[in-house]
């Protein structure tokens, strides 16, 4: 995810960007059916049927979201529930009880053939604590509709894993954007319920743009409040990032990507999925969205190397009813964030000045801005609390720094032929979306894939809030760093060996 961090620095407002659907028949059994009316859209509410198979007493919860993978925020979707009732298959209600936040008891869930409820789209609801992203939450407008899935559906206790039928009733004209599978009945199909709230939904006067990027299906749907900015244009950015993208990766991993845009009243953010991501802004001349959007999508399109490729157990069996924290953020959003301005920079769509820049920028709001007693472990193991909340956004800052000193250190320690997107790369090929990692023992597996050293590394920058060796590290690359000035420079007269590791580092990409 990438949330705009807006600081005042130096006396400047300074906005910081943060953060192929084939048709197909699918099995039946014991698939949970969805139906969302969204020709109704009165009150602000989505309209939700629910058609379970055959329920046991085992199912006697119907679960709605606490939180959603990669928001690392409490999001208690049960508050925006404003109506809920079971019925037998004659139409007579069967009593449910709201028993805690996000939690509705049933009864007798094996005489349930239809549950019914209303749930507040989140952009337009006020709530006085934890409110959600407006990229991880719903809007329901007459023009358009945002669903993300964790905000509209729930689950049967017991059933996470069941797959799911969504149909979406909306109007003729409407067109729909989502990575969801379609089946050939013309509705949209779930494997499970995580794989829902992994596949935002956008419908509305769209408009929509395809590219195939070396045998990957991008497929671009925008909604634009007035109209002015459309998906052609939005692509013809993306493709210089997307390309840049399969150099640096070899190739992209997976084999279709859908990236939802939202140009309305304000600026939000993104937030990635494992075959999409979602952006919310402002909308404003496509010139001075460009170079935003550009480095904004490159972070979440990276994202398909990890979380999605590369991930602890915490995310592969996902809990949404009580926020688990992993402590692995710093591989997640802070090499996210790192590869994306690495690769930005090594395919010369960002000049090695602009890199520079973007380093000075993440040091100032590390060190003016958050707390220095956080390390990125902590940030991670704390990011569900309120006041460890308040240092999530340092992750995209320090995260991304310790990144970059990490890149450095593995050059040094492979004499430049090796670095963090290698082993990265390697770790990817021994994982795998399929296979997740043990989060509290993933350290001793990235010290094994690497050198010994890199314990160290990790006790003292990682797992530690030992100040960053910033001058230290870069002189390594013949690169001056002037603490007092925060101001990086190439040396004028580099040794023979700063000469061969910079060279390492900055390995161009070529785009085809
Ligand atoms: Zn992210």
């Not at 910081?16 to 109704?40: E, H, I, R, W």
């Not at 997976?254 to 937030?271: I, P, R, S």
Request: aromatic share 12%; with cysteine.
């Amino acid at each position: 995810m990438k949330k705009f961090i807006k600081l005042q620095l130096l006396a400047i407002a300074v906005v910081f960007y943060s953060c192929g659907s084939g048709k197909m028949d699918v099995p039946t059994a014991q698939t949970v059916d969805f139906t969302v009316n969204l020709n109704d859209r009165s009150n602000d509410t989505f309209k939700v049927e629910v058609a379970p198979p055959v329920l046991s007493e085992d199912n006697n919860i119907y679960q709605f979201a606490a939180t959603a993978p990669g928001t690392y925020q409490v999001m208690d979707i049960g508050r925006y529930v404003t109506s809920f009732a079971a019925f037998d298959k004659n139409g007579n209600e069967i009593g449910t009880k709201h028993l805690s936040t996000n939690q509705f008891e049933l009864s007798t869930p094996e005489k349930i053939a239809k549950i019914e409820y209303q749930i507040s789209e989140t952009w337009d609801t006020p709530v006085e604590v934890n409110p959600i992203y407006l990229m991880c939450g719903t809007s329901i407008e007459n023009d358009h509709t945002l669903i993300n899935g964790q905000a509209v559906f729930g689950y049967f206790k017991g059933m996470q894993g069941s797959p799911l039928k969504i149909r979406l009733d909306y109007p003729e004209k409407w067109h729909i954007g989502t990575a969801l599978t379609l089946s050939s009945d013309g509705t949209y199909w779930a494997s499970d319920y995580d794989k829902a709230v992994d596949s935002p939904i956008l419908l509305g006067n769209l408009t929509k743009a395809s590219l195939d990027v070396q045998g990957t299906n991008i497929d671009v749907y925008t909604y634009s409040k007035t109209s002015q900015i459309t998906s052609n244009q939005v692509l013809e950015t993306l493709k210089n990032m997307l390309l840049s993208a399969s150099g640096f990766l070899n190739g992209l991993p997976v084999k279709h990507y859908t990236f939802l845009f939202v140009f309305e009243d304000k600026t939000a953010g993104a937030w990635e999925h494992s075959y999409s991501s979602e952006y919310i802004y402002k909308e404003a001349p496509w010139k001075d969205l460009k170079s935003s959007i550009s480095h904004v999508t490159a972070h979440e399109f990276f994202h398909v190397v990890t979380p999605l490729n590369l991930h602890s157990q915490i995310i592969a069996h996902f809990n949404f009813i009580t926020p688990v924290p992993s402590e692995h953020l710093w591989l997640y959003e802070g090499t996210t964030e790192w590869a994306s301005n690495m690769m930005l920079f090594r395919s010369g769509q960002n000049s090695m000045d602009e890199y520079f820049k973007n380093l000075e920028r993440k040091i100032t709001i590390d060190t003016r801005h958050f707390d220095q007693n956080y390390s990125l472990v902590k940030i991670s193991e704390t990011s569900y609390t309120p006041e460890g909340n308040k240092q999530y956004g340092n992750i995209y800052m320090k995260g991304a720094l310790v990144a970059g000193l990490l890149n450095i250190r593995l050059l040094e320690l492979s004499n430049g032929k090796i670095g963090l997107v290698d082993v990265i790369k390697k770790l990817t090929k021994e994982y795998g979306p399929d296979k997740p990692f043990d989060d509290a023992s993933f350290f001793g597996v990235v010290i094994k894939a690497t050198y010994p050293e890199i314990k160290d590394f990790i006790d003292k920058y990682i797992e530690g809030t030992v100040p960053l060796p910033i001058t230290d590290y870069y002189q390594k690359l013949g690169i001056d760093y002037d603490a007092d000035q925060n101001k990086f420079s190439l040396m004028s007269q580099p040794t023979k060996d700063q000469l061969k590791l910079r060279k390492a580092w900055m390995k161009p990409i070529k785009i085809d």
